[in-house]
């Protein structure tokens, strides 16, 4: 009786190995419907796994089923199955650091919740789960790349592309590799730049980069795609991006110099003797900025935009310049703290 329970038992694992698609088929089974049991069990424990992890399963995508099998490859089924999908989660995250793995996430989920937590619109329960999920990935990214893994130019590529979805425009698969190859391209410039030093600097950063990829989705979408980007873009040259921005209404040269001058007076606190300076710094930026730009076009107002924020970080810079001592050393350590804008009211 012992020896028949033993061979028994030993046919019992033989048979869950290859189940598990982790041994050959024992002598006596129909090896076609092993297989075919083995992916029904392997179905069944996914969806089980989606259904815990639903979050995680939308930031997959396409891909979650992939890395599903590799993770139940070497993770037999445990006795309590919801333990699982904390396994698999916790499996997952410690992929992150490999490549590819964090540059072919479905970004666009995680992305259209925080689109949609930007301009304050009402979260259902699932938008909330995906911004958690996104915030929780980007923590994971920066912990297991450094401060900068944003920046990698390949999952920098990534994030764009889910951004571009998350605005509501619907790409094919044939689109997003040619997408892919050009972002890098154009952006190629951008990668190599220095971190920036100031806010200032970060949102200049920013928007160079947007009017690069504006170029690139010129060539790549199609007119329907480009219109539903546009329309859903609008005109906020940093898509809801929460930065400092002082938003002047000025409707003339010597009014937006004088606000320039009493913004710069207060922030970093200028002394009698740099007012007279300060004022014709702020002159001469105003002039440039009141000079005629590209009027019409998102690519247009996003190449105005920055052209606009280099103005400011010029004129920041002949300012610390003017000054000496203690109040120069004020001056280059909060420079580039507010992102001055000449208000679109000022125009009309």
Request: hydrophobic share 45%.
């Amino acid at each position: 009786m012992s020896d028949g329970r033993a061979i028994l038992a030993a046919k019992q694992a033989e048979l869950m190995r290859a189940l598990w698609a982790k041994g050959p088929v024992p002598t006596g089974f129909d090896s076609k419907g092993v297989l075919l049991e083995g992916e029904t069990l392997l179905s069944k424990r996914r969806r089980f796994v989606m259904k815990m992890r639903p979050a995680l399963a939308r930031a997959l995508g396409r891909r979650f089923s992939d890395h599903f099998a590799a993770f139940a490859a070497a993770n037999p089924l445990p006795a309590h199955a919801c333990a699982d999908a904390s396994r698999f989660a916790s499996w997952f995250e410690d992929r992150l650091g490999e490549e590819d793995v964090l540059e072919r996430i479905n970004w666009q989920v995680g992305l259209k919740a925080l689109l949609a937590s930007s301009r304050r619109e009402a979260l259902s329960a699932d938008m909330k789960a995906d911004l958690d999920q996104f915030g929780a990935l980007i923590q994971q990214a920066v912990k297991r790349r450094g401060p900068l893994a944003l920046e990698e130019p390949r999952l920098k590529v990534a994030l764009i592309i889910g951004s571009v979805a998350a605005l509501g425009v619907e790409l094919e698969r044939g689109q997003i590799e040619p997408l892919r190859a050009a972002l890098h391209e154009e952006l190629a410039p951008t990668f190599e730049e220095d971190s920036p030093s100031s806010l200032l600097e970060a949102g200049l950063a920013s928007l160079r980069v947007s009017v690069a990829v504006e170029r690139v989705l010129e060539r790549v979408l199609r007119p329907e795609q480009q219109e539903r980007y546009l329309a859903e873009a609008g005109e906020d040259p940093f898509l809801g991006q929460n930065l400092p921005l002082l938003s002047i209404p000025a409707p003339t040269v010597e009014l937006f110099a004088e606000a320039v001058a009493h913004v710069w007076t207060k922030a970093f606190v200028l002394g009698e003797g740099t007012l007279p300076a300060a004022r014709k710094i702020a002159a001469d930026y105003a002039r440039e900025v009141f000079a005629p730009q590209p009027a019409s076009g998102r690519g247009a107002m996003l190449a105005r935009t920055a052209h606009a924020l280099e103005l400011q970080n010029e004129a920041e810079t002949r300012l610390v310049e003017a000054t000496a001592g203690e109040e120069r050393d004020r001056i280059a350590k909060t420079r580039g703290s507010i992102i001055i804008l000449r208000s679109a009211a000022a125009t009309r």
